[in-house]
């Protein structure tokens, strides 16, 4: 097992030791090809703005602070006291979006409800998707693989964002940092769906079904029929996945597609790209509690690493850079996250540059 481990982390070094460069902050000089990412290892409150601060935002217009308010059952998801200041200074509302399977943040009231156990009670918040979902074209965009994406019908409402952004582990992603905070954070169920599987979900046990229409009357599309047995027209289905919300029996869910080579990760950065591309956004990522599983994970594992800081910057691709090479430093791998889950994340921030989301090189600076 140990030879195996050492072998993954040689292979994570081989992909990542020509793309990324930290460059020292003796050797900085204001180069344009370089990333100013700003570095705090005590994790509090006041440095959370201190960060903010740092990046010389001064607050306007109506401001959305994307974060994640935890599972239920999670026990690693960040401390809403430590936005506190930062929510005060901005006058900002917290902003989520629904998740796709079916469970406590599936629907808007129970998220909200949760939201207030977990601590989040002293700031507005706004499920974005609560009234639906917009569509936003790609045309012109160069993308692979969307003509268009589904987000929270909110998301247009807010003249800026901050992406607050635990970086931690996740079992599809490799790592869940800001880019995967934007892509599956803004997405509604329906832009969930088309990120990990096909665009209509599938039907387990229809057999199952004892015809209460529920999911008939639900669906925007009239894809539903019970004609025969219940049934999807595909060629009508818009892929929203109310269906998988709406049915008592929990007998639809995303199709089971098996996606080859790096497809989920350009799907994630695409619907990331969508995001930055339209709304003016800065970055922080909290370094903290990181086990190797989202903290969509009710039952996430205790962390693997410990406490390592906070990390602020307007580059989206250096922020997660940095974050990636202070978690491979302080765990001793060069693939922590290939080595602790199984999976590498390294080609989202590949694809995001090729893209011209940021810079995978970049420069540290450490306030004091």
Same mark, same amino acid.
């Given at each position: 097992m140990k030879k195996i481990t050492m072998l993954l982390c040689? @292979?994570?070094?081989?992909?990542? #030791?020509? &793309?990324?460069q930290r460059i020292d902050q003796k050797d900085y000089h204001g180069q344009k090809d370089v990333s100013v990412v700003y570095f705090i290892k005590e994790i509090t409150?006041?440095?959370? /703005?201190k960060l903010y601060e740092a990046l010389g935002e001064e607050p306007k217009g109506k401001i959305g602070v994307k974060l994640h308010f935890g599972e239920k059952g999670n026990k690693n998801f960040l401390n809403p006291e430590l936005t506190r200041p930062l929510m005060k200074k901005t006058n900002a509302t917290w902003v989520e979006t629904n998740v796709l399977y079916v469970g406590e943040r599936r629907y808007t009231d129970r998220? /909200?409800?949760l939201a207030a156990e977990h601590g989040f009670t002293f700031a507005p918040i706004d499920i974005l998707d609560s009234e639906g979902e917009i569509d936003i074209p790609t045309t012109n965009m160069g993308l692979k693989h969307y003509k268009s994406v589904k987000l929270g019908k909110h998301f247009m409402d807010y003249d800026n964002y901050i992406i *607050? $952004? =635990?970086?931690?582990?996740h079992g599809s992603a490799g790592f869940g940092g800001a880019i995967k905070n934007l892509a599956m954070g803004f997405a509604s169920?329906?832009?969930? +769906?088309?990120? =990990?599987?096909?665009? *209509?979900?599938?039907?387990?046990?229809?057999? %199952?079904?004892? #015809?209460?229409?529920?999911?008939?009357r639900n669906c925007p599309a009239a894809a539903l029929s019970l004609e025969g047995g219940i =049934?999807?027209?595909?060629? &009508?289905?818009?892929?929203?996945?109310?269906?998988?919300?709406?049915?008592? /029996? &929990?007998?639809?869910?995303?199709?089971?597609?098996? /996606?080859?080579?790096? $497809?989920? +990760?350009e799907r994630l950065v695409e619907y990331a790209y969508v995001a930055w591309k339209t709304k003016p956004m800065v970055f922080i990522n909290v370094l903290a509690n990181i086990s190797a599983s989202c903290d969509c994970s009710s039952r996430a594992p205790e962390p693997f690493c410990g406490d390592i800081g906070m @990390?602020?910057? %307007?580059?989206?691709v250096a922020i997660d850079q940095a974050s990636f090479d202070l978690v491979?430093? &302080? =765990?001793?791998c060069n693939d922590p996250f290939l080595k602790e889950s199984g999976k590498s994340g390294l080609s989202q921030l590949d694809y995001a540059q090729s893209l011209g989301m940021g810079n995978r090189k970049y420069v540290l600076i450490e306030i004091k």
């Open positions: 040689l @292979l994570a070094f081989a992909c990542i #030791g020509s &793309k990324a409150p006041e440095n959370v /703005l998220h /909200l409800a *607050y $952004t =635990h970086f931690k582990g169920p329906g832009g969930k +769906m088309a990120q =990990h599987a096909s665009d *209509y979900p599938q039907i387990n046990s229809p057999e %199952k079904c004892v #015809g209460c229409a529920n999911c008939v =049934h999807i027209d595909t060629s &009508k289905c818009i892929g929203c996945a109310k269906c998988i919300a709406e049915c008592p /029996l &929990k007998l639809f869910s995303p199709s089971q597609v098996e /996606l080859q080579g790096s $497809t989920f +990760m @990390l602020a910057s %307007k580059d989206i491979a430093e &302080k =765990h001793k």
